[in-house]
């Protein structure tokens, strides 16, 4: 690992805007290295003469290398948005290659102005600003081509990286330097009908996966350079606990240890490599005041959110009278649903890389919130954030954990190098992340509906109980409204189920429990599609209807959620006999822009649900990269499925009961079931890939039990009475 990349990093400024809608293109480029660890800058310069914005540059040897301003953690941006630049570029795709932006002003997300990944978003967020500095640059390289050739730009044609006009012909790569020389254009490049897509809707091979399959691509774990050293915290077994007292003394007298110190969330041993810095920390003695958490018990808390469920909460959506025609409804259907708190989990366990010296911070990690990351950094460090230098790599899986409003993994890494005074790459184990991260909240869901005399509801009233994940964070004034977390209610406030009535309630209790709370992949939808689906399908089977044909009904002011529905229907082939000992059940949900519907076959084996076959079919208006939005419709049920057939964390006495993938299950290869994606042809507002697949699937799971057992079950993760 070169260890020097910003003391040499190359700064080309052109001023400059495009104005179009409002968009304004940044022309801050440095000259960033792939994976932080590329040739010299003055080499990869000469190798990039044109820098017509800050997402792409041209080489004399024709590679067009596109600046990812999100971060890739396997969610396939770092194909899908250089399809977006390469068509509008009529690149020719074999020459694109792709980096991670460093963090600046420039890569700022379109919609939060921060620079960070999340949200299902990366795409839409793009959509624009991605194309129009691929025609931005384009249009140069035309310029370019007509003077040499002689001919008016109208007369200069593009197509897989070549200009052509006068008769006459030029590679990108030998109009770069002419093209560098041009002015920035005064107006926005045109940008393509979608008539004339030749890269956007076809479905394409990823880029990453040739470096990652021959396990060349970097990720935060893989960095390494000499004088490195590697650290483990020791942190309160109890959140909210605190140091009292330590003893070093056995920790440094392990082989390689080379320092204990002191760091507001614990103590780190700092260490050669990883597994003395372990030992290191078992042998260390700490004392531990454990705080007011340390009676945390999550029977309990349930209790406590069950009493407060039997109050009025905040109001989240509201139309009507539903206590008034609920008192005077014939028939109600009542039910309560719980969910539990998750952690992320993800395969590369969290780690970051911290080197301060007299030019300021370089900071190595996977991280999904470089501004953020930046800022905390550079008030730990009295810096300004520009003196703090991001290098994103890989992520091995984010769903959430690589974006906390705190950067903790980031901020303490940071402390442990500033306490060390030396280079030091601080680790956390799975076992620390499951015991001390960040949890997807627990929820408890009471819902009382009325019904007509063909049991369709006609009043809804809906409270739910569990933490608010914004409350506290910066995002609070914007994502917080009259004690609404809006992440909260998510899938229920706005469900068409409940807004079309005239009589409605949905009210949110918020409590603070002590427990550290996160977004985590598809945040509220994750467990509020579960309890909504589930409810619909209470309601149809309570009127005898069929539950495709009952919630088309219900649907039928909503075309893409119905056209989801139809689809999802007709491939499962739903209406015909299912394999005997087999269950179908469907799940029809609108998140992040995009609307599903999967349908689940499942099975009962040795006591346990076997989940066969899933179809999903999915309406997130333009697919980029069809091939990207199946990939991510698989992952995202393989995700969902983990939580829910397995995934609960739990609190006694305070700690944290599970650890690893051993006691926190997550869905093992052998338990993937046959996953068909099928997209419905679309030119509606773009929506979001990576979270909504997780949304559905626990319901239609749930469901499909149902039809097959009879047995409702209304809590995560689905255990079947004996």
Not at 449 to 476: L, N
Request: charged share 20%; glycine share 10%; hydrophobic share 45%.
């Amino acid at each position: 690992m070169n260890a020097t990349p910003l003391a040499t990093r190359r700064q080309f400024l052109k001023a400059g805007a495009l104005a179009g809608g409002g968009l304004v293109v940044g022309f801050l480029i440095p000259g960033a290295r792939r994976f932080a660890m590329a040739e010299p800058a003055a080499a990869a310069a000469a190798a990039a003469p044109f820098v017509p914005n800050a997402f792409v540059r041209i080489g004399e040897d024709d590679s067009v290398t596109v600046l990812l301003a999100h971060s890739e953690m396997g969610q396939g941006i770092w194909t899908g948005l250089a399809m977006l630049i390469a068509e509008e570029l009529d690149a020719d795709w074999s020459k694109i290659r792709v980096e991670h932006a460093p963090a600046a002003p420039a890569y700022a997300h379109t919609a939060f102005g921060a620079q960070m990944t999340g949200g299902s978003t990366s795409i839409w967020s793009e959509f624009d600003r991605y194309r129009q500095a691929g025609a931005t640059a384009r249009a140069l390289l035309v310029q370019a081509a007509a003077q040499r050739f002689g001919v008016p730009a109208t007369e200069v044609t593009t197509a897989n990286g070549v200009a052509s006009g006068g008769g006459k012909s030029a590679r990108y790569g030998e109009l770069a330097a002419e093209a560098a020389k041009l002015p920035a254009p005064a107006a926005a490049a045109a940008l393509k009908d979608a008539k004339d897509w030749k890269i956007i809707g076809k479905p394409t091979k990823r880029l990453d996966t040739p470096e990652k399959i021959t396990g060349k691509a970097k990720f935060g774990m893989d960095v390494q350079f000499e004088g490195l050293l590697t650290a483990v915290v020791a942190r309160p077994p109890v959140f909210g606990g605190t140091v009292k007292s330590f003893d070093a003394s056995a920790a440094k007298a392990v082989a390689g240890v080379r320092d204990v110190v002191q760091v507001p969330t614990g103590v780190a041993v700092v260490a050669d490599h990883y597994w003395a810095a372990k030992l290191g920390r078992d042998a260390l003695k700490v004392e531990w005041d454990l705080g007011p958490n340390a009676g945390l018990d999550t029977a309990k808390l349930r209790e406590e959110f069950r009493k407060l469920a039997a109050t009025p909460g905040a109001v989240a959506a509201q139309a009507g009278d539903a206590a008034a025609a609920l008192a005077k409804a014939g028939k109600t259907v009542d039910a309560e649903y719980n969910v539990p708190y998750l952690a992320h989990a993800p395969m590369e366990p969290l780690n970051c890389t911290v080197k301060i010296d007299a030019s300021g911070c370089d900071i190595w990690t996977g991280t999904q919130f470089q501004t953020v990351d930046q800022q905390v950094a550079a008030g730990i460090l009295g810096l300004k954030p520009e003196q703090v230098r991001i290098h994103t790599l890989f992520l091995g899986g984010g769903f959430g954990r690589r974006a906390t409003p705190t950067s903790d993994f980031v901020s303490e890494a940071v402390q442990v190098a500033k306490a060390a005074g030396k280079p030091v790459k601080t680790v956390w184990s799975r076992e620390d992340d499951v015991r001390g991260g960040y949890y997807r909240p627990m929820y408890l869901q009471q819902a009382r509906v009325a019904v007509d005399a063909e049991g369709y509801p006609v009043a809804w009233q809906h409270r739910m109980v569990g933490q608010s994940i914004i409350m506290g964070t910066p995002f609070e004034a914007m994502m917080v409204k009259n004690g609404v977390d809006a992440t909260s209610v998510e899938g229920v406030a706005d469900s068409p189920y409940v807004k079309d009535l005239p009589n409605h309630r949905v009210e949110l209790h918020s409590p603070k429990t002590g427990i550290p709370v996160l977004w985590w992949r598809s945040v509220g939808h994750s467990y509020n599609a579960f309890v909504m689906e589930s409810l619909i399908d209470e309601l149809a089977h309570a009127a005898g209807k069929d539950p495709v044909e009952y919630r088309r009904a219900l649907l039928k002011a909503h075309p893409r959620h119905l056209a989801a529905l139809n689809l999802a229907a007709e491939k499962a082939g739903w209406g015909s006999p299912v394999e005997k000992g087999r269950g179908r059940g469907v799940a029809v949900h609108e998140s992040f822009g995009s609307f599903l519907a999967q349908i689940a076959e499942v099975s009962v084996e040795n006591g346990a649900i076997r989940v066969h076959k899933v179809v999903c079919a999915i309406d997130c208006g333009v697919a980029v990269n069809p091939e990207g939005v199946r990939a991510q419709m698989e992952s995202g049920i393989a995700f969902g499925l983990g939580a829910a057939l397995h995934s609960e964390l739990s609190f006694q006495d305070g700690r944290v009961q599970q650890s690893n993938y051993h006691d926190y299950r997550v869905l093992r290869i052998n338990e993937m079931p046959v996953v068909e994606v099928h997209i419905v042809p679309s030119t509606e507002r773009m929506g979001g890939a990576g979270e909504p697949g997780t949304a559905p699937v626990a319901p239609a799971v749930a469901n499909a039990v149902y039809a097959l057992t009879g047995q409702r079950l209304r809590e995560l993760p689905l255990r079947l009475k004996a």
